[in-house]
């Protein structure tokens, strides 16, 4: 199975989102891996959402969590305006 793959099946197990450590560790790659098969997942036609980790209470940020979420009219909109206009549409 490839980490993307696996990536898929873990954001998929988890819709609350998923840290980037753990994300990391399940799909056996390194932090900056993460953002690489992230990017891979996107390319394979998922809504992948990156939520900011917010400050706690002494000022550190955060992890990154990410989650497949369902696209917007206006990003499905802009996509089929960018690859229809590639592609010579009638």
């Known amino acids: 199975m490839t980490q993307v793959n696996k990536a898929i099946e873990v954001l ?3 819709p609350e989102g998923v840290a980037m450590g753990t994300l990391a560790n ?20 998922y809504a992948v959402y990156a939520n900011e980790g917010k400050l706690d209470s002494r000022g550190r940020q955060l992890a ?9 009219k206006a990003m ?3 996509y089929f305006n960018s690859v229809g206009a590639k592609r010579g549409r009638a």
């Open 76 to 78: 499905v909109a802009h």
């Open 64 to 72: 990154t969590r990410y989650r497949i979420g369902t696209p917007t």
């Open 26 to 45: 399940r799909i056996g790659t390194t932090m900056d891996g993460v953002r690489a098969v992230v990017s891979k997942v996107r390319k394979a036609g």
């Open 12 to 14: 998929e197990a988890h």
